[in-house]
């Protein structure tokens, strides 16, 4: 069996950045992605202004890491360019939480859905 980090316990008790923005605002882009195999669905939002992600929300739907990923993850994405929002890796959330290996598919969602947020703000301001 494994054993899940304090810190990983710590965002799953106390996750942070929960909670969603409206869809049809122009600066707010989403993301949602899961998994058929574990069942775990990840929704990340960002609030963008002049290319800076201002703030960050995140639902999930599944196990403690994928919960304790969008927690992590958003909160590294507040204060960063969309660039620099493309370049958070899974790796670097694993890390963060010291995800067992058999979770680490959690911050895969966690990478994909913030890569997702990203593409739903761009295709928006294109508009």
Do not use: W
């Not at 304090?6 to 799953?12: A, G, K, N, T, V």
């Not at 639902?59 to 360019?81: M, R």
């Not at 911050?107 to 947020?117: T, V």
């Amino acid at each position: 069996m494994f054993e899940y980090s304090d810190e990983l316990m710590r965002h799953f008790h106390d996750p942070h950045n929960v909670g969603d923005f409206d869809e049809n605002d122009s600066r707010v882009g989403t993301g949602v992605v899961g998994s058929p195999a574990c069942g775990d669905v990840l929704k990340i939002q960002i609030l963008v202004d002049n290319n800076v992600i201002t703030d960050a929300k995140f639902k999930a739907y599944g196990c403690c890491s994928v919960i304790a990923s969008g927690s992590v993850a958003t909160d590294e994405l507040i204060g960063k360019t969309l660039d620099q929002a493309l370049g958070i890796l899974n790796t670097e959330i694993a890390a963060l939480l010291d995800l067992p290996k058999i979770k680490v598919h959690c911050s895969m969602i966690a990478e994909k859905a913030i890569k997702a947020a990203v593409e739903d703000y761009q295709e928006k301001s294109k508009r």
